[in-house]
């Protein structure tokens, strides 16, 4: 556990060593000790909820990301051939993208994802 004195410091620069912690996996916040003195305290990451951490959901990914919804247009596609290509190109598997049923591969559709 470090605490780092950070009085003289404005808010950019003691944003730069909290983003520079979180680059090393280490917890930070911004406390005030018992000398009435602002400091960052920088400790090990122990896995625990603290005040600043995100809450990490399945994949890796915090709860508090949002989804991205789209309206998918195609033309002589079908729903999955566009999918399997936009996950291509996104370097992710298609299994992370939603859409309810198929629709016509001839057609021109429009379908939201």
Known sequence: KVDMGVDQMSKEERTAIHTIAK??????ETITNEAKEKVIRIEKNTGKKGKGDIVRGERGRSKQEKFLHFSLYKENFSTGECISCMARGARTKDRFFSFAGTKDKRGRTLQRV
């Open 23 to 28: 680059r090393f996996e280490l917890r930070s």
